[in-house]
C-alpha cells in the first residue's frame, strides 16, 4: 500500500504563506498528482494538479495565488501558498491519481 504523508499545515495570518509537502513512499513520476481541499461544513474540492508531463491545473479561487511543483528524485509534490485568506482555511489533502488521498494536513488563515 503506497502511503501519501502531507505535512507543512498550521496558523498563518492573512496575507501570509505557507508550503505543503506531500510525500510519497513510491515513485510519483507516471502519476498525475495533486491537491484538494475541504472546509468545515464543506464539500472537498481541488486546487491544483501536475500530470506526469508537467501541466498544471489549478482552481479558480487559488490562481496567482498558490502554486504546484513536484520533485520526482524525493517523490514529493508541493504546494506553495501566498496571499493566504481566511477562506483558504480547510484541511489539505494530498492526491494521487492511483492512490487516492493522504491523511490531510490543517491550514488555519487567522488573526
Known amino acids: 500500500q503506497v502511503q501519501l504523508v502531507e505535512s507543512g499545515g498550521g496558523l498563518v495570518q492573512p496575507g501570509g504563506s505557507l508550503t505543503l509537502s506531500c510525500a510519497a513512499s513510491a515513485s510519483i513520476l507516471p502519476y498525475t498528482m495533486g491537491w484538494d481541499r475541504q472546509a468545515p461544513g464543506k464539500s472537498r474540492e481541488l486546487v491544483a494538479r501536475l500530470s506526469q508531463d508537467y501541466n498544471t491545473h489549478y482552481a479558480d479561487s487559488i490562481k496567482g495565488r498558490f502554486t504546484i511543483t513536484g520533485d520526482n528524485r524525493k517523490n514529493t509534490v508541493y504546494l506553495h501558498m501566498n496571499n493566504l485568506k481566511p477562506g483558504d482555511t480547510a484541511v489539505y489533502y494530498c492526491?494521487?491519481?492511483?492512490w487516492g488521498w493522504g491523511q490531510g494536513t490543517q491550514v488555519t488563515v487567522s488573526s
Open positions: 492526491y494521487s491519481a492511483p
